[in-house]
């Protein structure tokens, strides 16, 4: 049965150079859906960024910075991208020569789909 | 909510003429609960119209919304309660430095340092407002310019020049960035993080932000992307680009949202070295 999120991870997987889109509760980092490539194991990066995203908006609470709006890892064979939605978060994977510009609008685009699909819960 | 806000609700309930209205918006503001934060200081001040601990914690969290006209005032009238009150002084300096007024930035903070405010951040802002009054022309007031060690002429305030603290002071090329290195623990090995009230919250962030490396490091492995080179987040007011460092260490940059993405990896990779050279030796 489709999740509220598999049109939106649908869309943000078409996008040239991403290979995995991944809905997550930031709190525990249980994947709650996912769009992976086949032999993907999501959970374990799930969980890995959707800890990253934690800490960084709890030094950003710390330091006063207000909420955390897009994040990004980059590593020399690809980047991992977060954008945070009351308790969750979607995580995108790509590859390094993806347009990161673009990822981040429809990150930050889908936010808003994330939220009213029960993100704040 | 947590405990310190319940403690404090409950004081305040019971008391409601108290002044503990102070460290509960205090508590709030830091939450990001700043509506809250602003309704509780409003009634508190509401009591105690004449409290100026009262109205510089309304200043602070008025810079959290990004009123620095509000801040600004409401510092004054601290200062008009309390002359001398190093938080006002250090407060109107972020606010003249972030509105362009240098030589008044300059002015306020060399007055903060005077009256004995001991916050880390007042030195640090100090000597990068004087860096960014420095002349176009000069070699080390472009962002452009190159390495740290061309420059000829001492940024940094007599006898810190070996102090850890300012590590970054002279790499930096506004008050509005501020850069730190932690351990591998999230301790404060050297430089600052100053909030954008002026308060040094290194070690609150550096607490935040133990065990980023690791997390990084085992999700890029078990993705196969290779060691990660930076992290980097956006908030509401801020740029904060984080990359590893010798010993499993963490160098944490931060910049106002209106610093370029280009600029802003450029600073972090002379941060970077900056960290290398000093952690080995050879600064």
């Known amino acids: ?9 649908d869309g943000l997987t078409r996008q040239r150079g991403v290979t995995a889109a991944l809905v ?14 086949i032999g993907q194991d999501g959970d374990r990066v799930a969980a890995l960024a959707a800890s990253l995203y934690r800490k960084a908006r709890l030094s950003a609470r710390a ?32 590859e390094s020569a993806v347009n990161v510009g673009l990822v981040r609008v429809e990150l930050l685009k889908a936010i808003e789909g994330l939220s009213a699909a029960g993100g704040d819960a | 909510m947590s405990d310190d806000v319940r403690r404090l609700s409950d004081e305040l309930a019971r008391d409601p003429s108290s002044r503990v209205f102070v460290p509960l918006g205090e508590a709030l503001r830091k939450q990001g609960q700043l509506d809250l934060a602003l309704k509780v200081t409003m009634r508190g001040l509401e009591r105690h119209p004449h409290f ?42 972020f606010v003249c430095f972030q509105q362009g007024r240098l030589p008044e930035a300059e002015e306020y903070l ?66 509005e960035q501020t850069a730190l290195l932690l351990d591998r623990d999230g301790l404060v090995l050297a430089g600052a993080y100053v909030a954008y009230d002026g308060r040094d919250v290194a070690q609150d962030v550096g607490a935040e932000l133990s065990g980023v490396t690791d997390s990084a490091r085992r999700a890029t492995r078990h993705l196969a992307l290779g060691e990660w080179t930076s992290i980097v987040f956006e908030t509401e007011v801020a740029v904060v680009a984080m990359a590893p460092s010798p010993s499993d260490g963490l160098l944490v940059l931060a910049t106002s949202r209106s610093t370029p993405l280009g600029l802003v990896r450029r600073l972090l990779d002379r941060c970077s070295e900056r ?9």
């Open chain 1, 1 to 9: 049965m489709a999740t509220p999120f598999a049109s939106m991870l």
């Open chain 1, 24 to 37: 997550v509760s930031e709190r525990d980092g249980i994947v709650v859906d996912s769009n992976l490539q």
């Open chain 1, 63 to 94: 330091a006063g910075m207000g909420a955390v709006s897009f994040m990004q890892l980059e590593a020399p064979g690809g980047r991992i991208c977060a954008v945070g939605g009351g308790a969750l978060v979607l995580i995108v994977v790509a």
């Open chain 2, 52 to 93: 100026a601990d009262g109205h510089d914690l309304l200043a602070r969290i008025a810079v959290d919304r990004g009123d620095l006209e509000r801040a600004f005032d409401e510092w004054d009238m601290v200062l008009r309660l309390a002359p001398g009150h190093a938080g006002a002084l250090r407060g109107m300096g």
């Open chain 2, 110 to 175: 060399t007055q903060a340092a005077a009256a004995g405010d001991e916050d880390e951040g007042v030195a640090l802002a100090l000597a990068n407002v004087r860096a960014a009054r420095r002349p176009a022309g000069s070699p080390s007031a472009s962002p452009a310019s190159p390495a740290v060690e061309h420059r000829s002429e001492p940024r940094l305030p007599l006898g810190t020049a070996h102090d850890p603290r300012y590590l970054f002071a002279d790499v930096l090329t506004d008050a």
């Open chain 2, 275 to 283: 960290a290398r050279k000093w952690l080995g030796g050879r600064l």
